[in-house]
């Protein structure tokens, strides 16, 4: 088997092994003393879906077509737009040491606390949001190793191997972003050895 079509069959065995996981996590929460009204409140009408915490800034979610924004907005949308030798590209070029991965809107900007204040359909349009970003963002970086791999540039797959170890670096980010990180790591050592 192709390492490639290798990684792309790990990637989706894993996105569907976590799928029944991060579906448990997205059940309705209320607060201790049982009164919804301390919930964050979230407008509903047109997206994005924006929420206030007490405890952070205002968070909006896109709908599942627009890439994160953040340090990887770039490379995600031209990778969105078919433009993948560009997008490879401009992810490689990345400092991943510095700066914000995701910003809001994105819902990968959430931690886990944030992603459970949401109501339920906020939610349920967060995990869609969520998921369809973290896929975009496995097949680039799948694309990535694989050109570092046939190029013979290690550069590729380590700039990988850092976004991997920068997300995995911040326990409190939503779980669905901490298990694609750990994929990644998983695929990056499987081409390195």
């Known amino acids: 088997m192709e390492p490639r079509s290798r990684m792309r069959r790990i ?3 894993l ?3 976590l799928l029944p996981f991060i579906h448990i996590g997205c059940g309705k929460r209320t607060e201790p003393n049982g009164d919804e009204s301390q919930a964050p409140q979230a407008q509903t009408t047109t997206p994005p879906v924006v929420v206030q915490d007490n405890h952070a800034k ?4 896109l709908p599942p077509s627009e890439p994160p924004a953040g340090a990887l907005a770039e490379s995600l949308a031209l990778w969105q737009q078919g433009r993948r030798d560009e997008a490879v590209e401009a992810f490689v070029k990345l400092d991943f040491s510095a ?3 995701f910003d809001a809107p994105s819902p990968l900007a959430l931690t886990e606390r944030d992603f459970q204040l949401l109501k339920a359909d906020d939610r349920e349009a967060a995990l869609t949001t969520a998921m ?3 896929a975009d963002i496995s097949v680039l970086c799948t694309e990535v190793i694989h ?3 046939t190029s013979g540039n290690r550069a590729y797959i380590d700039a990988v191997s850092k976004l991997a170890d920068r997300i995995l670096s911040d326990k409190d980010s939503l779980a669905l972003l901490l298990n694609t ?3 990644l790591k998983e695929n990056v050592e499987e081409v390195s050895q």
Not at 58 to 61: V, W
């Open 11 to 13: 990637n989706l065995l």
């Open 147 to 149: 050109k570092g791999q």
């Open 58 to 61: 205002p968070i909006a979610i």
């Open 15 to 17: 996105a569907l092994a």
């Open 181 to 183: 990180a750990m994929g």
């Open 132 to 134: 369809s970003q973290t």
């Open 99 to 101: 700066g914000v991965l």
